[in-house]
């Protein structure tokens, strides 16, 4: 299988990832409970796997780098700290149901919807900046969109909630590992992201960056201040009820050394330039409509198109048979459909991953190309 | 032997505090709490040698790391240390 659904999860890791998890698996138990070796070895790693997360997103303090399952769990904290009934929310008009269905679940919230049009972040910035100008209680954004692979203008959003004074919580779920995702440049109150994405660990990981005290979304055994009945009020125990997800951890912070290896700036050119690949093959097929930035300046590794007259979901069903993987439909962000106009229609998503090739590209685009004359002779 | 035991918040914490004092010089393990001296419960702490614990409290008041409380610990047991 030629497989091009990184944006869901990355299905090719790193072979120290897979190693780190056998061995997390044999060795370790569970972080701070116990003076022997299987527990302190948990504890290292833990311990290694904050630090190293800390250094790569410009964090002073490894104990505000928490573990979560994946990056929904991360976000659940983040918007049920920030926004409470009858919150003023600002948005942007890309966001994943991650962020959408708990903002949801929180009775009477006014949201502002920033709708911009698609790879326009000069415009999506002064947009942001005249919805602050009404006032806000919490600014929502993510880097990338998780459909349409367009950057959003986080630095300049983030300078603005700053002058504004109003916290913000970055969805880096398609962006960490990717592009640059700085705390200390945009001292958001949250960063969310997960660890089975562009950073190469296993599913069930993802890290919340805090630099905002934090409400608990879970309470439980923390191996710490036992006695106590209300959870620990430091990081990272105060959000890490339970037992830890060792093998998972293990595995993301190998993860995380292969991205820091090979760099952040060169795992995005490769993604960009096998999507710009793809996007060139694409467009000089008969009926195709891609989403993307002409130079893919403004544009990860991420590229959505439609097919006239074709169900999004038949031709991703098609591709899957003939051994290319694909996401088709909405990709759980029916906000950002809205927001470009494919709401109905649904996208095909092609998603890259610095494991792929172009001669895989170059495979894919020749299967795409025999279904459509399929359609055709039909 | 003696030794002092700084008792940190998390034991996450303890282990940022031994890595700090480890670029101090210092050496420090870091262990769960005796359970006589964990008044909330388990807790974890950073052990250093009698003769260290100065120089790894300066190390440590240099960041914002502060411990939540220090013993001294002898052939008497452990004695609160004040600072």
């Known amino acids: 299988m030629i497989y091009f659904d990184a944006g869901a999860t990355t299905l090719e890791k790193p072979e120290s990832v897979r190693h780190a998890m056998a061995r997390a698996v044999a060795t370790m138990s569970s972080p701070g409970r116990g003076n022997y070796p299987a527990s302190q070895q948990a504890e290292e790693t833990a311990y290694q796997c904050r630090s190293e997360a800390a250094e790569l997103f410009g964090m002073d303090s490894p104990e505000n780098v928490v573990f979560t399952g994946n990056a929904t769990h991360g976000l659940n904290v983040a918007i049920k700290t920030l926004v409470k009934s009858g919150s003023r929310v600002i948005i942007s008009g890309y966001e994943h149901n991650a962020v959408t269905r708990p903002l949801h679940s929180i009775p009477n919230v006014r949201m502002t919807v920033v709708d911009t049009p698609l790879f326009q972040p000069g415009q999506m910035a002064a947009d942001f900046a005249v919805a602050l100008k009404q006032g806000a209680d919490v600014v929502i954004c993510n880097h ?103 093998p998972g951890i293990a595995g993301l912070l190998e993860g995380i050394r292969f991205v820091k290896r090979r760099g952040v700036d060169k795992i995005c050119r490769q993604e960009q330039n096998l999507t710009a690949y793809a996007a060139r093959r694409l467009e000089l097929m008969d009926g195709v409509k891609l989403f993307c930035d002409g130079d893919f300046l403004n544009q990860t590794g991420v590229l959505s198109f439609i097919v006239a007259n074709r169900d999004c979901e038949e031709v991703g069903e098609k591709l899957a048979r003939r051994g290319i993987a694909v996401r088709a439909g909405l990709q759980c962000a029916p906000l950002a459909h809205r927001t470009a106009g494919t709401l109905k229609s649904g996208t095909i998503r092609f998603s890259a991953s610095v494991f792929n090739t172009m001669s895989q590209v170059d495979r894919f685009a020749a299967e795409l190309q025999d279904i459509l004359r399929e359609n055709v002779k039909m | 032997m003696d030794y002092y035991l700084f008792i940190a918040r998390s034991v996450t914490q303890a282990q940022h505090m031994a890595r700090i004092l480890a670029n101090c010089g210092i050496r420090a393990a870091v262990l769960r709490t005796p359970v006589s001296l964990s008044e909330q419960g388990c807790s974890h702490a950073v052990k250093v040698r009698a003769e260290k614990w100065n120089a790894a409290l300066s190390c440590l008041n240099r960041t914002q790391l502060q411990p939540l409380h220090i013993y001294h610990q002898d052939a008497n047991g452990y004695s609160e240390v004040r600072v």
């Open chain 1, 144 to 246: 990338v969109s998780n459909v349409f692979g367009c950057i959003q203008p986080v630095d300049e959003i983030a300078r603005l909630c700053h002058r504004h004074r109003v916290p913000l919580i970055v969805d880096a779920s398609q962006s960490a590992g990717v592009l640059p995702v700085r705390m200390d440049e945009w001292q958001a109150a949250f960063i969310a992201m997960p660890g089975h994405k562009g950073l190469y660990g296993p599913q069930g990981t993802g890290l919340l960056l805090c630099n905002h005290d934090t409400h608990t979304l879970m309470e439980g055994g923390t191996g710490s201040l036992s006695r106590q009945q209300e959870m620990p009020g430091d990081l990272p125990d105060r959000l890490e009820a339970g037992t830890h997800n060792m």
